[in-house]
């Protein structure tokens, strides 16, 4: 059976006829042609379907689209703005964590969220927020240290632009 | 998935109950952390799927006057575990729902599906074994209640009849303040269901309460009320005995995660060192 559903899918609104038994995952993959999201166990084991439903890490394989009809979906693809990566893409690429990259989109979408949640977080902290990504290539250290070099990046970046807000009011306050 | 398969998503529970009764095909839906699996794997094929997440009753955490709390059937885990007044007066339920799955996985899963799908490793069961939970059950004759120990009567069996949804869990006051461990053994420390899990649990007072409940060491999830007889008399000096009353009383099975010998032996080990860090 058909339902329509209306949803935002990386900041863009969506109106699709999908089957009740699609999940998440093939709608973004096959409807929306979001191919960064990977189908890798299907059954919520693997963490290579990760996407933010309303700013929660969900497993895309185990949500039904039609779960999702009025709520906010963010995928990899979110997350770069207008070409440039974010702290975390960087950060990965920058410490080598990723080989063959199948279960990267999913690992960077886990720690978009911890990084929301929890901008200092420690190396058990980060490896708690991926327990649920597997990663069959690189042994998981390049990817713990990527996490916490992001959350370093992202937090000085922050700081910066919290102290040129601070220099912009200065200069807005008439002499 | 089935390709006329149906999907409904009421805003209330009386329509819920209503709409479960005229399609006997149809199964309620949490998360789906559970149902999706099974539904893809044959183990069960529902011609419609009643989403309860958007039944707004079902998604509050509230505070009862006997001081308990009553924890909806759709909040996630992820938000039990993370919840002020839960981790106050309920510690161990906390430290149990953090074991389940991952963390994405929490966002999903909730507390009524882990009750519901009844797997005799099911964490968060042990803790509400322990804590003498009620769960809430509406259905088309009404609404009751029943306490979580006459739930559970064997690997994915409970006493809900056909059509009974769970609105609600509920903690009473009497258990709040219990403190101690839940020690989980699992091949690997994330997204792999327990081989063995033991809380063991004490509430400080004049009398001392005690809870000793395990995981994955018999059909159902075990509360030994033996032993936390034995403590309340004698005290964690009886650690050992309690121990052994803990190993009588399991029944596991050997499988893919562990022998029975070994699951045998770590009962008598973590209730022991449970019952030890209490003294
Ligand atoms: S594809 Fe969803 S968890 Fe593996
Ligand atoms: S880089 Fe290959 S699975 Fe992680």
């Given at each position: ?16 006829e ?7 995952l ?6 929306l ?5 990977k ?20 497993n895309?394989?185990?949500v039904?689209a ?35 990259g ?30 649920g ?25 922050a ?17 | ?12 529970v009386?329509?819920a109950?209503?709409l ?6 149809a199964?309620?839906?949490l ?11 044959g ?5 419609t ?12 955490i ?29 510690p161990l ?24 799908n ?14 003498d ?31 009974d ?9 009497s258990a709040a ?10 091949r ?9 899990g ?21 059909p159902?999830p ?6 936390e ?6 005290g964690?000096a009886?650690?050992?005995e ?10 596991p ?19 022991r060192?449970?019952?030890?860090s209490?003294?």
């Amino acid at each position: 059976m058909k339902k329509t559903i209306t949803l935002e899918v990386n900041g863009v609104a969506e109106t699709a006829e999908v089957e009740v038994g699609q999940t998440l995952l093939r709608f973004l993959r096959d409807g929306l042609d979001l191919t960064g999201t990977k189908e890798g166990c299907n059954e919520g084991e693997c963490g290579s379907c990760m996407v933010l439903l309303d700013g929660r890490p969900v497993n895309s394989c185990l949500v039904l689209a039609v779960e999702a009809d009025g709520r906010t979906v963010t995928t990899v693809e979110g997350l770069s703005k207008e070409g440039v990566l974010h702290p975390l893409q960087k950060a990965f690429l920058s410490q080598a964590a990723v080989q063959c990259g199948f279960c990267t989109p999913g690992m960077v979408v886990s720690a978009a969220a911890l990084l929301r949640e929890n901008p200092t977080p420690t190396e058990d902290d980060v490896r708690k927020a991926l327990a649920g990504n597997l990663c069959r290539c690189t042994g998981y250290k390049q990817i713990v240290d990527a996490v916490r070099d992001a959350a370093a990046a992202m937090r000085s970046a922050a700081e910066a632009g919290s102290d040129a807000g601070k220099a912009a009011e200065r200069e807005e306050v008439p002499a | 998935m089935p390709v006329d398969l149906d999907y409904l998503a009421p805003s209330d529970v009386e329509d819920a109950v209503a709409l479960r009764a005229s399609r006997p095909s149809a199964a309620f839906l949490l998360g789906g952390t559970d149902l999706l699996p099974q539904m893809r794997s044959g183990r069960r094929s529902p011609e419609t799927l009643i989403d309860l997440k958007r039944i707004a009753e079902l998604h509050e955490i509230r505070e009862n006057a006997d001081g308990g709390l009553s924890i909806g059937a759709a909040v996630p885990l992820a938000d039990v575990e993370t919840h002020p007044l839960v981790l106050a007066r309920y510690p161990l339920l906390a430290e149990c729902a953090k074991t389940v799955g991952a963390w994405p996985l929490r966002q999903r899963a909730t507390l009524a599906g882990n009750v519901c799908n009844a797997s005799p490793a099911a964490d968060t069961a042990v803790a509400l074994l322990a804590l003498d939970a009620v769960v809430n059950v509406a259905s088309t004759t009404g609404r009751l209640a029943m306490a979580i120990s006459e739930l559970f009567l064997g690997p994915g069996q409970t006493a809900l009849m056909p059509g009974d949804l769970v609105t609600d869990v509920v903690l009473p006051g009497s258990a709040a303040g219990v403190r101690g461990s839940y020690q989980r053994l699992s091949r690997r420390k994330g997204m792999d269901l327990a081989t063995v899990g033991v809380l063991v649990g004490k509430r400080d007072g004049a009398r001392p309460s005690w809870r000793v409940a395990l995981a994955a060491v018999a059909p159902t999830p075990l509360r030994v009320r033996a032993a936390e007889e034995l403590l309340e008399a004698k005290g964690a000096a009886a650690a050992r005995e309690a121990a052994e009353l803990a190993v009588a009383a399991c029944r596991p099975i050997t499988d893919q995660r562990g022998s029975a010998e070994y699951r045998r032996e770590m009962v008598g080990v973590l209730v022991r060192r449970g019952v030890e860090s209490l003294g």
